[in-house]
């Protein structure tokens, strides 16, 4: 008689070591074919559908909406019914003992490059820690401060094991512990490690966005006609994008380990996208290749798959720049958190219509802040300073985006 299977949480990529499910879209007795998405599953990044390996009959589910799956564990069973069913322990000892073996070299192979600051391979040298065996959270697998402190037994992060709310009271009244979510446990440490590693240095800038208003004005009734909505975030990537080929080191990334600057050959734009669970900055692959009409397009579409968790893991990597438009809530004048690995990000404030001296005279124009963040250990104020002024420059004079 065969035996049903276990499918086990594959590993989906990027180094993620766990998800949340989110809903089951099968149910126990339900016949299932192979490539059936069975399960949303929310990860550091995305909310993505997992597919069913296997045909037959879902004889298990494992885990509930709110509970946490690690990769490698059991998700669901298939089978026929009346099959014996697989010891599910055994399926995990065995997925377990499948990833130890996978680290292990040959004596004569070459030591794995650990990714580790000085500070912290000196407190592990202190601690007597192999840093070989700690498992990095920081950007590239990178191993951070808190990482050594779980390896120390130091201070653990809660167990997120489900997303109940637990009511505590406090000498200041009542409140609630409420667990983060994956992708909002996602922006804390990566923001955490980007503020503690790297150089922060904000240039401003204003831009006068009459001529491109109207601009704008002038091809807003084309872009409706072809089904999408043409807004100054599209015409500020195109600009950015383009300005970005001059100033390669805005577009890099910075190997501490090799002491080396990655620049990079593409430019792929990040533009950050406010959903009701955080931000979330989807990516235009080749933004430099791309006409203002295909980038509105393309804006549009990733905007609405990240509000509704849909974007795929893909359409969230390969970042080497970050356009945030702060703007769009409000405010006067704010400063983005750069974006790791990227070396800038550029943050869009709130256009408004202000009194500006042209030619001798106080006229109302519609002006925007602009804020370059830009890690100092890759790129000076003087080269910001000149990546701003040409960026201006085709702002306030976008004949050139026309037909481009």
């Not at 339900?30 to 909310?47: F, G, L, M, W």
Request: proline content about 6%.
């Amino acid at each position: 008689m065969n035996v049903a299977k276990h499918m086990l949480f594959p590993d989906v990529g990027e180094g993620i070591r766990e998800g949340t499910l989110v809903k089951w879209l099968v149910k126990e007795g339900d016949p299932v074919k192979e490539d059936q998405p069975i399960a949303e599953v929310e990860t550091d990044k995305a909310v993505v559908e997992i597919p069913s390996r296997d045909h037959g009959t879902v004889l298990k589910l494992y885990g509930k909406p709110g509970d946490v799956i690690l990769v490698g564990k059991p998700l669901m069973t298939v089978g026929e019914p009346g099959e014996p069913m697989p010891d599910a322990e055994e399926a995990i000892t065995e997925s377990n003992e499948k990833k130890v073996e996978v680290p292990k070299k040959e004596a004569s192979a070459a030591p794995e490059r650990i990714l580790a600051p000085p500070s912290v391979r000196a407190a592990a040298r202190k601690a007597g820690i192999d840093l070989s065996k700690v498992s990095g959270s920081g950007p590239g697998g990178r191993i951070t401060a808190e990482d050594l402190e779980k390896a120390k037994g130091g201070a653990l992060a809660a167990p997120a094991s489900t997303h109940q709310e637990k009511t505590l009271s406090f000498d200041y009244g009542k409140g609630k512990r409420v667990p983060l979510t994956h992708l909002r446990k996602t922006i804390s440490e990566r923001m955490s490690w980007s503020w503690r590693h790297v150089a922060h240095v904000t240039y401003i800038e204003e831009v006068d966005f009459g001529a491109l208003k109207e601009l704008r004005g002038r091809n807003k009734p084309k872009a409706e006609q072809m089904g999408f909505k043409l807004t100054p975030l599209a015409y500020m990537v195109k600009a950015v994008a383009t300005t970005l080929k001059q100033y390669p080191r805005f577009n890099a990334s910075l190997d501490e380990e090799k002491a080396e600057l990655i620049l990079h050959d593409e430019i792929n734009v990040a533009v950050g996208v406010d959903t009701e669970e955080g931000l979330i900055a989807p990516v235009l692959k080749n933004a430099d290749q791309k006409s203002v009409f295909d980038i509105a397009k393309e804006i549009g579409g990733l905007s609405e798959k990240a509000r509704a968790r849909k974007l795929s893991l893909d359409e969230l990597r390969a970042s080497t720049f970050t356009v945030t438009n702060i703007g769009s809530v409000g405010g006067v004048l704010a400063t983005a958190v750069l974006n790791p690995p990227e070396s800038a990000i550029l943050g869009v404030n709130r256009m408004k219509d202000r009194p500006v001296v042209r030619d001798g005279k106080i006229v109302i124009r519609p002006m925007t802040y602009l804020g370059l963040t830009f890690d100092h250990r890759v790129g000076d104020g003087a080269d910001a300073a000149r990546f701003m002024k040409d960026l201006v420059e085709k702002l306030e004079n976008p004949a050139w985006m026309e037909k481009g």
